[in-house]
T-cell receptor, first 116, second 110 residues
Framework: DAMVIQNPRYQVTQFGKPVTLSCSQT?????MYWYQQKSSQAPKLLFHYYDKDFNNEADTPDNFQSRRPNTSFCFLDIRSPGLGDAAMYLC???????????????FGPGTRLLVL | TQLLEQSPQFLSIQEGENLTVYCNSSSVFSSLQWYRQEPGEGPVLLVTVVTGGEVKKLKRLTFQFGDARKDSSLHITAAQPGDTGLYLCAGIYGNNRLAFGKGNQVVVIP
């Protein structure tokens, strides 16, 4: 029954060592989002894909990249993780028939990243 | 930047009591959502409010959207331990983007 799956649930990496987080969905939704949620902070949108169109938020650091090879999968790549990148990373999906229509976002359980 | 302020940040009450938490912004949103997030899990949508002044009920939870569509409240009647969690409000803007508040951490003590 899992709809939005994130692997791994916990990820430990070393300072400066590239890391990739993955998200998959069984909902066939055309929009996928990545959020960063630090402890006691609001989830912050990093970027999203509308189909294959990548939409980066203006304040997302260049250190964060994303790939969406197909509808079901989306990856978050952190090229050189710093201590400040330790956070919960949430993936979400939504189905949009047209831009501007509000649709429910379905969140995965998140991946908690620890940077040593 | 769309900012939502949620208050109180932390609230602890006894089972059976009522509580209200608030979400306020200086921005107008086309609609606003409330989510509940439990430890180690992603947020789960509770409700979407769209019309200024709208009131929606979900069992013991009552959600209200301000007339000016800048603020919202969540009222829980006769709180249960299962209501414990982080309640996040999120304003919808742009192309289905969500701007979240920091959340109201609610703890219901049995």
């Amino acid at each position: 029954d899992a709809m939005v799956i994130q692997n791994p649930r916990y990820q430990v990496t070393q300072f400066g060592k590239p890391v990739t987080l993955s998200c998959s969905q069984t909902l066939n939704h055309n929009v996928m989002y990545w959020y960063q949620q630090k402890s006691s902070q609001a989830p912050k949108l990093l970027f999203h894909y509308y189909d294959k169109d990548f939409n980066n938020e203006a304040d997302t650091p260049d250190n964060f990249q994303s790939r969406r090879p197909n509808t079901s999968f989306c990856f978050l790549d952190i090229r050189s993780p710093g201590l400040g990148d330790a956070a919960m990373y949430l993936c979400a999906t939504s189905s949009q028939g047209g831009r501007g229509i509000q649709e429910t976002q379905y969140f995965g359980p998140g991946t908690r990243l620890l940077v040593l | 930047t769309q900012l939502l302020e949620q208050s109180p940040q932390f609230l602890s009450i006894q089972e059976g009591e009522n509580l209200t938490v608030y979400c306020n912004s200086s921005s107008v949103f086309s609609s606003l959502q409330w989510y509940r997030q439990e430890p180690g899990e992603g947020p789960v949508l509770l409700v979407t409010v769209v019309t200024g002044g709208e009131v929606k009920k979900l069992k013991r939870l009552t959600f209200q959207f301000g007339d000016a569509r800048k603020d919202s409240s969540l009222h829980i009647t006769a709180a249960q331990p299962g209501d414990t969690g982080l309640y996040l409000c999120a304003g919808i803007y742009g192309n289905n983007r969500l701007a979240f508040g920091k959340g109201n951490q609610v703890v219901v003590i049995p």
